[in-house]
């Protein structure tokens, strides 16, 4: 089952589940803290050895992987704290501020 | 235990999306010690803290099973209630007889080693079939950083303050882990983040135990101790590459260290913390001097522990008794009597 | 309204007064009639005074306080008429039954009660241990109350104590103490 | 009909046989004087295997309300007993179980707070938890406390209330006092409570929910709050209902007012538990002397039955409500708050005084009873001259 929980800011007394519960699990997916960014980890992959450390120790459950494979970041949900970075034994993984990235993106685009 | 390609195929178990700050050593922690879950589904507690309230702002969960957090001191309680829930609706024949849940309390230190003491203890003492998880990271982190039971000596918090009169924390920190382990239950280990596979594979022993079982986790809160936010792992590894948190199990009473790092002065445990700048201002050497010297002592005290289960062993096999978990008393909780019609 | 009858036990801890205000009171019960049985609750030890209450009437008994006004006294140890005052309250015409080897006048004037207090005695000690083996003197003697006062019946009594022992004790100790309440219903003086 | 089973019982041995009949799932407790008889009751049901409960001796009251929470959100019939000191250690969990929407049954013996230390009867516990949420029962007597347990599971598990239900006898005169009593037979008892079957589990894994979540500033508080109000004040309906049901089970009448001559009563005493009884064979005597007084009693404080206590009191000419707990500093003690407001909010201004009896257990006499009737005599003009007190004391020195 799937819980519709949009738009409960406006719901009133009559239309929060019982006891203020849940009515499903892991919904803070929708919760998007990827603008909590101010920097982010850009994944090299020539140095990845795809070793999983990195997903291993993300606080944010934002490294995604696939099939056993490391296959990017979530940066709907990264909130940039850089530990991936550091965990990183092959220095596949640095640190560049959400400013630059954005720029770089945007050229990217064009 | 499965490697890392295997654990990374897993069920998620902590969704992204909460609160919880960058760089939190918390989240990893739960994160790795949920693997040791397989497959098998889990209901999680936790008691109030900075996990419990960054994870479950309605309508936002990020716990993807069954969560339920009630008070502060409660997280064990409660968690008594839905192990024994399991087993009187089985008994009743409401839930089917082979179905198998794993269960996890959490709480922090303040939740464990302080308010929450009586209830982790009686619940141990009870029996019940549950994993009790404290994330360590030395303080009431929520509440903005006021020193607990766990809070290292001399260190700086907002309720051991720093000042020409008093260096910081006064009290040398409790043992929790000795603690637990002296309610003889089946399994209590000492774990920490940045040691991913010692943690897994004790979570995953725990899990496996029946009765109760516990976990001390390093858990770094780089706010807390005053680090960059991309060094919670860095520092737990320093905390147990200087013997300040060794990491250790406690099996059915006999007691065995599993990492066994070179020893760091306890300075590169130290310097890098804000907590402990104060330690490294002139006249204060023998602050430093103190927590080493306690910090080899609590060591010395682990290694004696391992060499007496030793002679422990040898004493229960001269007198033909069995390990804790080979009799199963320990796993008997709550109320024995089978239903009878 | 209907006939309520309150009856006050006296004892010290341990002498079974609470007993024998069960044993009166379900022994009413039996034979349809309402009750009410408690001690006032303290924290007596061993040895030390108490009392209990014993309620019967014909009609639910809606009152719950102590019995401060009581129809019938029943004092378990004579020892208690020099420290207690097991008349108080009682009511005119009242009745006062005492464990003791003491004449119905001795009590009188030890416990000063009034002209008009009917004063039964009987050694119920004696009897116990005669009967059942040991000094429990409040199974005999609720066999004198029902000599007494007639409020609840001896037969009855009987059988509540058979009914109610049998399982919990030896056939020699249930027999022991339906003997004790007949010799205590003969025996009692008024 | 049922099989009835006449036995002479303490009011506490009568909640463990309704507990026992109602076989629950789980069983948290902590033991406490005068509620430890029902914990011990309960075990001999379990060391019988007359239950399938899941007996959980829990370290402290504290504890016992967090595993019922646990165990009530795990999907279990819960239920747990307590008094005085443990109940004022459970409060704050007391506020969780409502606000979770569990629907715990708690029997409570109610008794004293220290200090002084006392083990007597007094409303002092249970009126402190009196705005946690918590539906409330009083009962008269030991028949009452088994009647009201057997409903509450009733009340509480219906999808519409969704609350934790205390059923309360007070501390030794109805917990401990024997009285004769009637035990309905299991089966009837079993078809009348029936099975609790929740909406929602932790237990239940392939629909996960998460209970107790936070409410972040703004976020849902106010909202939840007013559902628990709502729900609470639907209560009524279903306590009325659940008791017309139980009434044709047991033949015995419910009323969550319960009234005593009040339909020519000039002077009324409004009164809550065991005491009920002691004024209502005052007001029998003084009736049958020609004496125009009534009883009020309610059997349900929670939610506050203020239109059925009205209706009882409309044609009064002078109001006493006794209370069985201080509110040291307040205008006066919590029933009569309760009904001044009542009769305020209709626009009734029939005088009323409030007195403060029987605490700590001490003794309700008759005569304290009809002094307080007497008393009611000249309240009116007394009030007037300034010469009464809004609390007045009862039975101290």
């Known amino acids: 089952m799937s819980w519709d929980y949009s738009g409960n800011e406006q719901w009133t007394w009559d239309q929060i589940p019982l006891g203020a519960m849940t009515l499903e699990g892991g919904t803070a997916t929708g919760h998007k803290t990827g603008d909590w960014r101010v920097q982010r980890p850009i994944w090299h992959t020539d140095k990845c050895k795809q070793c999983l450390i990195c997903w291993m120790h993300c606080p944010d459950s934002s490294i995604k992987v696939s099939e056993q494979k490391m296959c990017g970041v979530d940066y709907e949900h990264c909130k940039g704290c850089g530990v991936c970075v550091q965990v990183c034994p092959f220095n596949a993984l640095s640190m560049m501020s959400e400013k630059d990235a954005r720029e770089l993106d945007e050229k990217e685009a064009n | ?341 | ?190 | ?397």
Request: glycine share 8%; charged share 20%; proline share 5%.
């Open chain 3, 1 to 190: 309204m209907a006939e309520l009858t309150e009856i006050r036990w006296h004892a010290r801890a341990g002498q079974g007064a609470v007993t024998a205000s069960r044993l009166v009171a379900e022994t009413a019960m039996d034979d349809g009639q309402y009750m009410q049985a408690m001690p006032e609750y303290g924290a007596e030890r061993q040895g030390a005074p108490l009392k209990a209450y014993t309620r019967i009437s014909p009609d639910p008994i809606e009152i719950h306080n102590n019995i401060l006004h009581p129809d019938i006294v029943v004092v378990l140890d004579d020892t208690l008429l020099e420290v207690v005052n097991v008349c108080e309250g009682l009511k005119p015409n009242g009745t006062l039954i005492v464990n003791t080897r003491m004449t119905g006048d001795e009590v009188r004037e030890a416990t000063r009660a009034a002209a008009d207090v009917k004063i039964a005695t009987v050694d119920a000690s004696d009897i116990a241990i005669n009967t059942i083996g040991r000094d429990i003197p409040n199974t005999p003697i609720a066999g004198a109350l029902a000599k007494v006062t007639g409020v609840i019946d001896v037969e009855s009594l009987k059988k509540y104590v058979e009914r109610s022992f049998t399982g919990k004790f030896s056939d020699k100790v249930i027999a022991g103490n339906l003997a004790s309440v007949d010799r205590a219903y003969e025996e009692v003086h008024v």
């Open chain 2, 1 to 341: 235990m499965a490697n890392i390609k295997q654990l990374s195929e897993l069920p998620q178990r902590l969704s992204p999306g909460h609160s919880m700050c960058g760089g939190c050593g918390a989240t990893i922690a739960v994160r790795q010690i949920l693997m040791g879950a397989g497959k098998t589904p889990v209901v999680c507690s936790a008691a109030t803290g900075c996990l419990e309230v960054s994870t479950t702002t309605f309508p936002f969960t990020s716990w993807e099973g069954g969560f339920i957090h009630n008070t502060f001191q409660s997280s064990a309680a409660t968690m008594s209630g839905v192990e024994a829930a399991f087993r009187g609706l089985k008994r009743a024949g409401k839930i089917p007889a082979d179905k198998d849940i794993k269960f996890v309390a959490f709480g922090g230190d303040g939740g464990t080693y302080d308010i929450g003491l009586q209830a982790l203890s009686g619940a141990l003492e009870r029996g019940h079939d549950f994993l009790y998880v404290c994330y360590d990271n030395g303080a009431y982190m929520n509440t903005g950083i006021q020193r607990s039971g766990a809070t290292p000596y001399s260190a700086w918090t907002t309720t051991s303050e720093v000042g020409d009169a008093v260096p910081g924390k006064r009290h040398f920190e409790k043992d929790l882990t000795s603690i637990v382990a002296a309610h003889h239950i089946p399994y209590a280990a000492q774990a920490s983040i940045s040691n991913w596979n010692d943690l897994v594979t004790k979570a995953t022993k725990a899990m496996d135990i029946d009765g109760p079982t516990f976990l001390n986790v390093l858990a770094p809160c780089p706010r807390g101790w005053r680090v960059p936010f991309d060094q919670a792992v860095e520092i737990a590894k320093l905390g147990v590459q200087t013997n300040y948190w060794p990491l250790y199990e406690v099996e059915n009473d006999v007691w065995k260290l599993t990492e066994n790092r070179r020893k760091l002065p306890i300075e590169d445990f130290l310097r890098p913390q804000g907590r402990f700048r104060h330690l490294f201002k002139p006249g204060n050497e023998h602050l430093i001097k103190e927590f080493q010297t306690n910090v080899d002592r609590h060591y010395a005290y682990l290694q004696a522990r391992v060499a007496g289960s030793e002679a422990y062993k040898d004493a229960l096999e001269e007198a033909g008794l069995p390990l804790i978990s080979d009799d199963g008393l320990a796993l008997e909780s709550g109320s024995v009597q089978p239903f009878q019609q």
């Open chain 4, 1 to 397: 009909m049922p099989d009835v089973t006449v036995l002479a019982s303490s009011g506490d041995q009568m909640v463990a046989e309704a507990f026992r009949q109602a076989n629950p799932d789980v069983l948290p407790v902590y033991p406490i004087t005068p509620q430890t008889i029902i914990v011990e009751e309960f075990d001999k049901f379990v060391a019988q295997g007359k239950v399938h409960t899941e007996f959980v001796p829990v370290e402290s009251e504290h504890s016992a309300m967090a595993a019922a929470i646990g165990a009530s959100a795990a999907g279990a019939r819960t239920v747990t007993a307590t008094a005085s000191q443990g109940l004022a250690y459970m409060w704050e969990e007391l506020y969780v179980a409502a606000g979770m929407r569990l629907p715990i049954v708690m029997a409570n013996a109610n008794r004293a707070l220290s200090a002084p230390i006392n083990i007597h009867g007094d409303h002092s516990d249970i009126m402190g938890c009196r705005d946690t949420g918590w539906i409330m029962y009083f009962a008269e007597n030991a028949q009452e406390a088994y009647d009201d347990t057997l409903m509450a599971f009733r009340v509480a598990e219906h999808p519409d209330v969704m609350l934790p239900v205390a059923t309360t006898l007070d501390g030794f005169i109805t917990s401990h006092a024997l009285e004769r009593c009637e035990l309905l037979d299991d089966e009837t008892v079993a078809a009348f409570v029936g099975e609790y079957k929740p909406e929602r589990s932790l237990l239940d894994t392939d629909n996960p929910n998460s209970f107790g979540m936070f409410a972040n500033l703004g976020n849902f508080y106010m909202e939840t709050k007013l559902a628990m109000r709502k729900a609470m004040e639907g209560s009524l309906d279903i306590i009325k209902s659940v008791g017309k049901e139980f009434e044709a089970v047991s033949g015995r009448p419910f009323e969550v007012v319960k009234t005593y001559g009040t339909e020519d009563a000039e002077r009324v005493i409004v009164v809550m538990g065991s005491s009920i009884g002691n004024v209502r064979h005052v007001a029998k005597q003084l009736r049958a002397k020609g004496e125009k007084v009534g009883v009020v009693g309610l059997r349900v404080f929670r939610p506050f039955p203020s239109n059925e206590l009205v209706a009882a009191l409309k044609d009064a000419k002078a109001i006493a409500v006794m209370d069985r707990c201080e509110t040291v500093g307040g205008q006066g003690g919590p029933l009569w708050q309760e009904t001044a407001a009542a009769l305020q909010s209709v626009g009734i201004t029939t005088p009323t005084r409030d007195y403060m009896y029987g605490l700590g257990g001490a003794d309700v006499t008759v005569q304290l009873i009809e002094e307080i009737f007497e008393d009611l005599k000249t309240l009116e003009a007394d009030k007037a001259a300034g010469k009464v007190a809004d609390v007045t004391y009862k039975g101290n020195r």
